[in-house]
Nanobody, 115 residues
């Protein structure tokens, strides 16, 4: 079992920055890939960014050049640095971890970008 707890969401103005954190616990050594997803009202959940155990990253086109995903293995924490935020980035952001055949989710953290 893997437990994920997100933090760092909030209200920010257009062009501002936020850093989301995802703290992991449990069988974290079995985690192969971690990622951030988001879901805006009335829309499907979508991939934002993923990072492998080895540090390889991939981003949605909509956030490339603005968001950076990273992992601090010593702190068992994954981050999402979000810069140049836009109103369309408003959503609930979820942390995800894949371990074996299982996928785990955090409870989500709200990010609201005001214009």
């Amino acid at each position: 079992q893997v437990q994920l707890v997100e933090s760092g969401g909030g209200l920010v103005q257009v062009g501002g920055s936020l850093r989301l954190s995802c703290a992991t616990s449990g069988s974290r050594f079995s985690i192969a890939v971690m990622g951030w997803y988001r879901q805006a009202p009335g829309k499907q959940r979508e991939l934002v960014a993923i990072i492998s155990r080895g540090g390889s990253t991939n981003y949605a086109d909509s956030v490339k050049g603005r968001f950076t995903i990273s992992r601090d293995n010593a702190k068992n924490t994954m981050y999402l640095q979000m810069n140049s935020l836009k109103p369309e980035d408003t959503a609930v952001y979820y942390c995800n971890a894949v371990a074996g055949l299982n996928a785990y989710w955090g409870q989500g953290t709200q990010v609201t970008v005001s214009s």
